[in-house]
């Protein structure tokens, strides 16, 4: 088993960062010096990822051409006496061999995921989502790729959330395997009180082998009308064995407005032109606290 393709599902209208997402995709919001989506990426190729399908929509063109060359740009800037600005913008375009596919209607993750079908063919792949950004020493897809190559099966990434936050993500029924890696046996999306079975919650990443294809064709529309992906890693589990990597690393829900400022300021404060100037600054606003 070798994972060599990733899909990005990036084609959420971003209503929870409205008004900035009205007109700009929430993933090419700047994060720092770079937009969301780039540091996805980078987490991916990092990991080993060649080819990657991005499920944009409509009004996302932008993902599209920030991902091209920029031949006009990079000639004047080269003019300018700016080389290595133009070698960088040339870089984030060979990152990758970049696909795209649109998601005609708003019909859930699953339904997204469903459209990398003709992408994918009978090979296991990535899943990053466009709202996940990682912090981590060894990227956190790589953990799970590690574990999905040598069990040789499908492997979801997550940690364990507070009992406050666990309805709003989905709990797992698991059993340790070894280190970090535990086998799961069953998955519920938002759960009751009733119905949870741990606090290990399944976030942003996941290595898939090309079976979820047909579960997500039959799986029905559930909340809101949506295809959920849950739904089709609940049967999946059940079909075949599937893995779960407790993740090393932070993650950031860059989809909402407490989660973009609280990476903001954890990836500036890290940047090495904004580390010292932040540090200096969050001092003095302190003082006036």
């Known amino acids: 088993m070798k994972v060599r393709k990733a899909v990005i599902p990036a084609a959420g209208l971003g209503t929870r960062m409205l008004p900035a997402t009205k007109t700009v995709p929430k993933e090419m919001l700047p994060l720092v010096d770079k937009p969301v989506l780039q540091y996805i990426i980078e987490e991916a190729v990092e990991s080993g990822i060649e080819d990657i399908l991005i499920v944009t929509n409509r009004a996302k063109s932008a993902m599209d051409d920030y991902f091209d060359y920029f031949p006009e740009l990079e000639h004047r800037l080269c003019r300018s006496g ?74 979801v990434g997550g940690q364990a959330v507070s009992d406050e936050a666990l309805p709003a993500y989905c709990t797992t029924d698991l059993t340790h395997v070894e280190g970090r890696v535990y086998d799961v046996h069953h998955i519920v999306e938002k759960p009751k009180p009733e119905e949870v079975m741990s606090n290990f919650a399944i976030l942003g990443r996941y290595v898939l082998t090309p079976d979820i294809f047909d579960i997500l064709d039959a799986t029905p529309p559930g909340r809101n009308g949506e295809i959920q992906l849950t739904d089709g890693l609940a049967e999946l589990c059940h079909r075949e064995r599937m893995v779960y990597v407790d993740f090393e690393g932070r993650r950031f829900d860059t989809g909402n407005l407490t989660g973009f400022l609280e990476a903001t300021m954890e990836f500036a404060l890290r940047h090495h032109e904004t580390g010292a100037w932040l540090r200096e600054y969050i001092k003095e606003k302190a003082k006036d606290l």
């Open 82 to 155: 700016r080389e290595e600005q133009a070698h960088q913008l040339r870089a984030v375009a060979d990152m990758a061999n970049f696909f795209y596919v649109r998601q005609r209607e708003t019909r859930g993750l699953g339904h997204a995921i469903a459209r990398a079908r003709h992408f994918v063919g009978d090979e296991p792949f990535a899943v990053l989502l466009g709202d996940d950004i990682m912090m981590s020493k060894t990227p956190v897809l790589k953990q799970l790729i590690d574990a999905a190559e040598k069990y040789n099966c499908s492997c």
